[in-house]
């Protein structure tokens, strides 16, 4: 099985079982709604941060499968990360995304089968969105503290 095959299938595993789907009636969550129109990706993720940490992630939306499964490999990534630690991972997948080097070290797990997107630029705002949103959710709590 070649490498291309294994990414595609782990992106389908993700878009048929997503994980942290479904939202949640609470406060202490911040919700942000991000869309997609190019494409009809609609996505709302939403955060849980205590002490700096992301404690919970939750995403729910519709889409193509690389949005729908990004997200759910996003909050997978993020979750129990720092907010400081989760925008470096932000970062290194924006540059894996846009087909620049990016570190292993940092980037790690089923984000790296997202790295063949960079070949297909029409796909690149399908890939990013839960990313986007959860780095705008990010940056609002951190203007806040």
């Avoid at 993020?78 to 980037?107: F, H, S, V």
Wanted: aromatic share 6%.
């Amino acid at each position: 099985m070649n490498i291309e095959n294994l990414y595609r299938q782990v992106i389908m595993e993700h878009y048929k079982n997503p994980r942290n789907k479904g939202l949640v009636d609470d406060p202490g969550y911040l919700t942000i709604h991000m869309n997609n129109p190019s494409c009809g990706d609609e996505l709302t993720v939403q955060m849980k941060v205590e002490n700096g940490v992301i404690t919970d992630l939750k995403q729910q939306g519709t889409g193509c499968s690389i949005c729908c499964s990004s997200a759910s490999v996003m909050t997978e990534t993020l979750k129990n990360e720092t907010t400081d630690r989760a925008l470096e991972i932000i970062r290194e997948y924006y540059e894996m995304i846009k087909g620049m080097p990016y570190n292993p070290e940092i980037l790690k797990g089923d984000a790296l089968v997202y790295q063949g997107v960079s070949q297909f630029p029409a796909r690149i705002k399908c890939a990013t969105l839960a990313w986007k949103a959860c780095e705008k959710g990010i940056c609002k709590i951190k203007e806040e503290a």
